[in-house]
């Protein structure tokens, strides 16, 4: 292996963050004494022994897999601090283990090393000195933080006695507050059944006369309805005569809607035979001209011609028929609507006469 392969080599990299981390005092205090001093050692030794090897004829995949062992422990004294699981620094003690045995395989001159064991004794009792103070101080800050504790748990139980007094003053209070309540509400509740007795005379009293005016007044009230019912009877018996004498007009008007049905009847059939005259005329009307086109001709036949006539002979007379009969009862519809008017128009005048007079009149009509 190359000198300068040597020197750059990541394992003293790694010898120099673990050298870091387990020097913080925290991590002194959070680990202890013995760990400390195992890893504080194992780092001096495995320094020494790379320090006293031959370059020249190392492996570089044995100082790389030193450097692992040695990150490993590394890691698992992180993970300590961090979930503080006795583990963790169980296994970093296993990798500088390792990290030794394979230190020990290399190759290494017959020469005195700089380990001094006499001064690492020295360090570990300084280091044990440094952990005693520590603790020292750490029970020092207990015990005054102890003193304060009971001093504030003293002056509570002053506030907590202080608070019993005047829970069990406010109970008296509480108490006397009752009593008097109970003997006011005793008061008020006298009073009240003797106001309230008082209050139902008075409103009985006020309710008999209320009712008693109520009754006069509700005799008068039926006496003047009775006054208003005759003369309300009376004007009702009037507009009864009226009545009659506008339903005697109306009986008029329906007898005279029988001249109107008689008359719509006859319209109906004079409207009838008016349009079979019409056709038989209008068929009649066509024979003459054909048998006439057919004389225009110079093919004449007095047989289909006697025939043509003959035919047009019969037909003429129904057409006459029906147009007599049409004439006969448009004649019959006239007389009936002219009926009709007339008895619509004079009996109404006659019912609205007086009693003599339209008898009177009536006679002179019949």
């Known amino acids: 292996m190359k000198s300068e392969d040597f ?10 963050q673990l050298t870091e981390r387990y020097s913080d005092e925290e ?3 959070l680990i202890g004494i013995d760990e ?3 890893f504080e050692t194992a780092d001096k ?4 022994r790379i320090k006293l090897t031959i370059p ?5 995949s044995e100082l790389t897999k030193i450097s692992q062992e040695i990150n490993n422990a590394l890691s698992q004294i992180n993970s300590f601090i961090g979930n503080k699981n006795q583990g963790n620094l169980q296994n970093a003690t296993n990798h500088l283990y390792s990290a030794i045995t394979r230190v020990r395989n290399l190759p290494l001159p017959f020469s005195k090393n700089d380990l001094n064991f006499s001064k690492k004794i020295a360090s570990f009792e300084n280091a044990i000195k440094k952990k005693y103070e520590s603790l020292e101080k750490k029970k020092n800050d207990i015990e005054n933080e102890i003193e304060n504790l009971n001093n504030i748990i003293g002056e509570n139980k002053k506030e907590l006695d202080n608070v019993k007094d ?4 406010k109970e008296n209070e509480i108490k006397n507050l009752n009593t008097n309540f109970e003997a006011e509400f005793k008061n008020i509740k006298s009073t009240a059944t003797q106001s309230y007795e008082e209050s139902r005379v008075k409103f009985r009293n006020e309710f008999d006369g209320f009712l008693k005016e109520k009754k006069e007044e509700s005799k008068e009230a039926i006496e003047g309805i009775n006054t ?11 507009k009864l005569e009226e009545a009659k004498n506008i339903v005697g007009v109306i009986g008029d008007h329906a007898v005279t809607g029988n001249f109107k049905q008689v ?3 006859h319209k109906k059939t004079a409207d009838l035979f008016r349009w079979v005259a019409i056709g038989l005329m209008s068929i009649l009307s066509v024979i003459l001209v054909y048998i006439i086109w057919d004389i225009s001709t110079g093919e004449f036949d007095w047989i289909k011609s006697a025939i043509r006539i003959a035919a047009a002979a019969a037909l003429s007379y129904p057409a006459t028929y029906a147009a007599r009969e049409s004439n006969k009862h448009r004649r019959l519809e006239n007389l009936n609507r002219q009926s009709e008017l007339e008895l619509a128009a004079i009996n109404p005048f006659i019912e609205l006469l007086e009693g003599g007079k339209k008898t009177r009149d009536k006679g002179k009509i019949s």
């Open 36 to 38: 400390i001093n195992f």
């Open 7 to 16: 020197e750059n080599h990541t394992i003293f990299e790694k010898l120099d």
């Open 263 to 265: 008359a719509d009847n």
């Open 166 to 169: 005047a829970l069990k003053q």
């Open 56 to 60: 020249a004829i190392v492996q570089e």
């Open 27 to 29: 991590v002194e205090e």
């Open 228 to 238: 208003d019912t005759d003369d309300l009877v009376e004007k009702l018996n009037t």
């Open 45 to 48: 030794y495995i320094r020494d």
